[in-house]
C-alpha cells in the first residue's frame, strides 16, 4: 500500500534561518502533494501543495519542491519566524482521493 | 462561507459506551473523509463518502466502527462500545468535486476520551 516516510521527526531552528522537511513515498501513481501545518490542539491547515505537472511552487517564505522520478519532495520555509513554530504533515494522495499521511515534523523556532 | 464543522469538540465517554461524532462540510462540499489522529501521531485515513454512499472504508476498523452521510443533514461517525484505545482526535475534512488533487479542509476535530 501507499506509505510516505518524513523527516525528521523533530527540527530545532534559530530564527532567522531556513528550515527543510523532507518526505519520501512509494505509490508511484501519486499525483497531489499537500502540506498542513498543525498548531497544538488545533485542525491541519493546507499551507501550500505542489501536484505532478510542476517540480516547484514557492508562496513567500513557503516552498516545496518535488521529484517525481526519486519520489521526495520537501518543504523550504525560509527566514523562519517564532508562529512558524508547529507540526507540518507532509501527504500524499493515495487511492480513492484519500489523503496517506506522513508522522509528523516537529518544528521549533527558537527566538 | 462557514468551514467545515463537527461536533462535538470534545466527548467523553466510559468504556462500553457508543460515541456518535458528526460533521458538517463546507458549503458547497459533497465529499467528506475522516482521519483518525492517536497522540502524537500523524494522521490516518479512516473512510471516504459522499451523501449516501461510502466510496472508501479501507481504514475502519472491522468491528465497532461504522460511518453515514445522508441525503440531509451532517455525515456521522458512529463508534459502539468504545474501548480505551478509542481515544483519539478524529478529524473530518471536506473537498468540493469528485476529482484527484482536490483540497481537503479539515474540521476543527473531536476529541475522544474513553475512561
Known amino acids: 500500500g501507499e506509505n510516505v516516510e518524513q523527516h525528521p521527526s523533530t527540527l530545532s531552528v534559530q530564527e532567522g534561518d531556513s528550515a527543510v522537511i523532507k518526505c519520501t513515498y512509494s505509490?508511484?501513481?501519486?499525483?497531489?502533494f499537500p502540506w498542513y501545518k498543525q498548531e497544538l490542539g488545533k485542525r491541519p491547515q493546507l499551507i501550500i501543495d505542489?501536484?505532478?505537472?510542476?517540480g516547484e511552487k514557492k508562496d513567500q517564505r513557503i516552498a516545496v519542491t518535488l521529484n517525481k522520478t526519486a519520489k521526495h519532495f520537501s518543504l523550504h520555509i525560509t527566514e523562519t519566524q517564532p508562529e512558524d513554530s508547529a507540526v507540518y504533515f507532509c501527504a500524499i494522495e493515495g487511492g480513492s482521493e484519500k489523503l496517506v499521511f506522513g508522522k509528523g515534523t516537529k518544528l521549533t523556532v527558537n527566538p | 462561507n462557514a468551514g467545515v464543522m463537527q461536533n462535538p469538540r470534545h466527548l467523553v465517554r466510559r468504556r462500553g459506551q457508543e460515541a456518535r461524532l458528526r460533521c458538517s462540510p463546507m458549503?458547497?462540499?459533497?465529499?467528506v473523509y475522516w482521519y483518525r489522529q492517536l497522540p502524537e501521531e500523524g494522521l490516518k485515513f479512516m473512510v471516504y463518502?459522499?451523501?449516501?454512499?461510502?466510496?472508501?472504508e479501507s481504514g475502519m476498523p472491522k468491528e465497532r466502527f461504522s460511518a453515514e452521510f445522508p441525503k440531509e443533514g451532517p455525515s456521522i461517525l458512529r463508534i459502539q462500545q468504545v474501548v480505551r484505545g478509542d481515544s483519539a482526535a478524529y478529524f473530518c475534512a471536506s473537498s468540493p468535486l469528485p476529482d484527484r488533487g482536490e483540497t481537503q479542509y479539515f474540521g476543527p476535530g473531536t476529541r475522544l476520551l474513553v475512561l
Open positions: 463518502l459522499q451523501k449516501e454512499n461510502i466510496i472508501d
Open positions: 505542489i501536484r505532478s505537472n510542476v
Open positions: 505509490d508511484s501513481a501519486s499525483n497531489y
Open positions: 458549503k458547497g462540499h459533497s465529499h
